[in-house]
C-alpha cells in the first residue's frame, strides 16, 4: 500500500446528466445514459489499480450521480467495493444529487451503502430563473427531497449561485433566506463564472461585478447572521460541520479520482484522467490506463500552489521561511493594496482580498509576475 500522509480522500466522478446546464464547465455529458454499463465497468478496473492510501473521505460527484438509475447505483457501490476490495467506514461520505432525481428508493441505497451527507444542487428558489438556466427542478421538488435526506439521517449540503441572469439582490436575498430557515448544515454559495466552454459563453452573458460584490456582502451577512462558519471562499457551515473532504484540496493533503476527467495527487505528483468519455473507458479497459497530464511541481511552482490553495481559507494559513522569502515582493505588494493581512506568522485574506481573490491567487501561479 502507498502510504499516505495522513487523511486521504477518494473522488468518484459521475459524468452523465439529463441536460447540461448554461453554466456548466464541468465534465458532463446529457443523452449518454447507454454508457452507463461500461463506465461502471471503467471504474471498477481503476479503482482496482488506482494507489492504496488510507481513504477517509469518499465524495462522489458530477455531472449527475443522481442521474444513475437504481440499479446502476447498486452497480456503482458494488464495483467501487469489488475494485478497492474493501470498503472503509468513511469519516465523512457525500453524494452529488439534483432534486429531480434523487428518489426515496435511491436515498435507501445510499444510506445502506454508508453515505453520510448528501448536496444537493439548488442554485435559486425562484423557479423562473431555474428554467432560464437549464435546470430541470422545481423549488418545490427541492423541498421535498430536502426532507426526505434530512429524514434519511444525511447532512446536507446546499449549492446556491448569484450573479444569475435575471437575478436581483432581492432575489438571492429570498433564496438564501429560504434556504437558512431549513438551517441545512452546510451551505455553499457561488459568484457565476461565464467559463469558455458553456452555452451562456456562448450567449454572451457577462456578470455585473459590482452587482455581484453586493451579493456576496450579502452573502457573508446573512450567513454569519444565522450562525454559519465561513471557512472557505465559497463555503459556510455550521460549528463542526466543514466538508472534511474538500478541506483535503485546500491543505494540500492527497486524494485518488476515479472517473472521466478525475484529478489526484499523490506523493508529490498530480494527474489527471481523459476528460472524454470513450476514451477514458477505451484507455482504462485496454490496460492502456486514462491519464492524460501529470506533473510534479517543484521550487517556486509548488510553494506558490501550495499558498493559493490556502489563502482560500479565511482563517488564512501559516507562513514557512521558503514562503516568505519566495513571495517576498508579491507578499509587499498585496500589503500595500490591502488584499492580505498579517497576524503574526499567519497571513489571510482582507475582506477586500475576498473579493479580488482571483487578483491575489494569481501572484502564486507560473509565468510569475515581476512585483512593482
Not at 77 to 92: C, D, Y
Not at 219 to 243: C, M
Not at 269 to 278: A, F, G, M, Q, V
Request: hydrophobic residues 35%.
Amino acid at each position: 500500500m502507498v502510504q499516505s500522509q495522513g487523511m486521504a480522500g477518494l473522488y468518484v466522478h459521475i459524468p452523465f446528466c439529463s441536460i447540461k446546464c448554461y453554466y456548466c464547465d464541468f465534465t458532463a455529458f446529457a443523452g449518454q445514459g447507454r454508457q452507463t454499463a461500461r463506465y461502471l465497468e471503467s471504474l471498477e478496473v481503476e479503482a482496482r489499480n488506482a494507489p492504496r492510501l488510507e481513504f477517509k473521505t469518499l465524495y462522489i460527484g458530477g455531472g449527475t450521480p443522481s442521474e444513475l438509475q437504481a440499479p446502476d447505483l447498486r452497480g456503482l457501490f458494488s464495483r467501487l467495493k469489488n475494485g478497492l476490495g474493501n470498503w472503509p467506514v468513511w469519516e465523512e461520505a457525500t453524494f452529488e444529487a439534483n432534486p429531480e432525481s434523487l428518489s426515496v428508493e435511491k436515498i435507501r441505497i445510499l444510506r445502506d451503502n454508508g453515505i453520510t451527507r448528501v448536496s444537493l444542487g439548488l442554485q435559486t428558489t425562484d423557479n423562473d430563473i431555474l428554467q432560464r438556466i437549464g435546470r430541470k427542478h422545481t423549488f418545490e421538488q427541492f423541498l421535498e427531497v430536502f426532507s426526505n435526506a434530512r429524514g434519511a439521517g444525511f447532512d446536507v449540503n446546499v449549492d446556491l449561485i448569484f450573479g444569475l441572469p435575471g437575478q436581483s439582490v432581492l432575489s438571492l436575498e429570498t433564496s438564501l433566506q429560504a434556504v437558512l430557515d431549513l438551517e441545512p448544515e452546510h451551505l455553499s454559495v457561488y459568484g457565476l463564472q461565464v467559463e469558455d466552454r458553456t452555452l451562456f459563453n456562448k450567449r454572451g452573458v457577462d456578470p455585473d461585478e459590482d452587482e455581484g460584490r453586493e451579493m456576496f456582502e450579502l452573502v457573508l451577512e446573512k450567513t454569519a447572521r444565522a450562525g454559519y462558519r465561513h471557512y472557505e471562499i465559497s463555503n459556510f457551515s455550521k460549528p463542526g460541520k466543514q466538508s472534511k473532504h474538500n478541506l483535503l484540496y485546500w491543505t494540500g493533503k492527497e486524494y485518488v479520482g476515479l472517473g472521466c476527467g478525475a484529478a489526484s495527487f499523490v506523493g508529490g505528483e498530480r494527474w489527471s484522467n481523459e476528460d472524454r468519455l470513450k476514451p477514458y473507458c477505451d484507455g482504462i479497459l485496454s490496460g492502456a490506463g486514462a491519464k492524460a497530464e501529470a506533473e510534479r511541481l517543484a521550487g517556486k511552482e509548488a510553494c506558490g500552489e501550495r499558498l493559493l490553495l490556502g489563502l482560500r481559507l479565511p482563517a488564512g494559513m501559516a507562513l514557512d521561511r521558503e514562503a516568505e522569502e519566495t513571495f517576498a515582493g508579491e507578499w509587499r505588494e498585496l500589503e500595500t493594496q490591502g488584499l492580505v493581512e498579517r497576524r503574526g506568522p499567519s497571513v489571510r485574506l482582507t475582506r477586500e482580498g475576498l473579493f479580488l481573490s482571483n487578483r491575489v491567487f494569481q501572484k502564486f501561479v507560473a509565468p510569475f509576475e515581476v512585483p512593482a
